[in-house]
């Protein structure tokens, strides 16, 4: 069935230092691909996404490329900020079943030093 | 702030007890979603409905039921409530005009924090 693996956290940086969480997906077909993020005491927030192989989503500075030789969707950010401190979640909807549910990662706790 | 609204933000109750989450989608969304949240589950999805009718279950639990209304707000309704029920429950919607429902772009509430003592 379709699921979606993510890196486990958590995750420490310092600001301004490089980022990448790691997703990989198993799915039939080409699902669409999300990136969201979860800050504290707050709801799902979509980051960015991705609909179909080589597009790259971007969004506040964060990047990710829908790889479908690798079934990847690595997060990236080149400078990470304190504010940026939050969990981040990959997930996943199943082409073909449009309204259909997200399937989703464990989610990642990244956390930013000043 | 992303239109969904979920009410209430927090419930306190006692094991054995009933309650119910409410949920009002994006305007002109027509499918909502609910979601567990948990720290040992992650993010489990329970059920959607589209337009009134129930379209998909995930890991309901038989105690649990929700439906959705002619105004396309959403109920869900939990029984018989358990220790292991506290969770964070999420509501999310999908399916309007202003874009996204192709691929399926879930918008999500603050959710409601259950505990159950």
């Known amino acids: 069935g379709d699921s979606v693996t993510q890196m486990e956290g958590p995750v420490t940086l310092s600001e301004e230092a490089f980022l990448t969480i790691n997703c990989t997906y198993t799915?039939?077909?080409?699902?669409?691909l999300f990136w969201y993020v979860q800050y504290p005491g707050e709801g799902l927030q979509l980051l960015l996404k991705a609909t179909k192989a080589d597009d790259k989503g971007s969004n506040k500075g964060f990047e990710a490329t829908y790889r479908k030789e690798t079934t990847s969707f690595h997060l990236e950010k080149g400078s990470v900020q304190v504010s940026d401190s939050a969990v981040y979640f990959c997930a996943l909807s199943a082409r073909g079943s449009t309204l259909g549910r997200l399937y989703f990662g464990r989610g990642t706790q990244l956390t930013v030093w000043p | 702030d992303s239109g969904v609204t979920q009410t209430p933000k927090h419930l306190i109750t006692a094991t054995g007890q009933r309650v119910t989450l409410r949920c009002s989608p994006r305007s002109g969304d027509l499918s909502v979603y609910w979601y567990q949240q948990s720290l040992d589950q992650g993010l489990q999805f329970l059920i959607q409905y589209y337009n009134g009718e129930e379209r998909a279950k995930g890991n309901i639990l038989e105690r649990f039921s929700a439906q959705q209304f002619p105004d396309l707000h959403s109920e869900l309704n939990l029984s018989s409530l358990e220790l292991g029920d506290s969770a964070l429950y999420f509501c999310a919607s999908s399916g309007g005009t202003s874009g996204g429902a192709l691929h399926n772009e879930q918008f999500f509430g603050p959710g409601t924090r259950l505990t159950v003592l």
């Open positions: 799915a039939t077909g080409y699902p669409s």
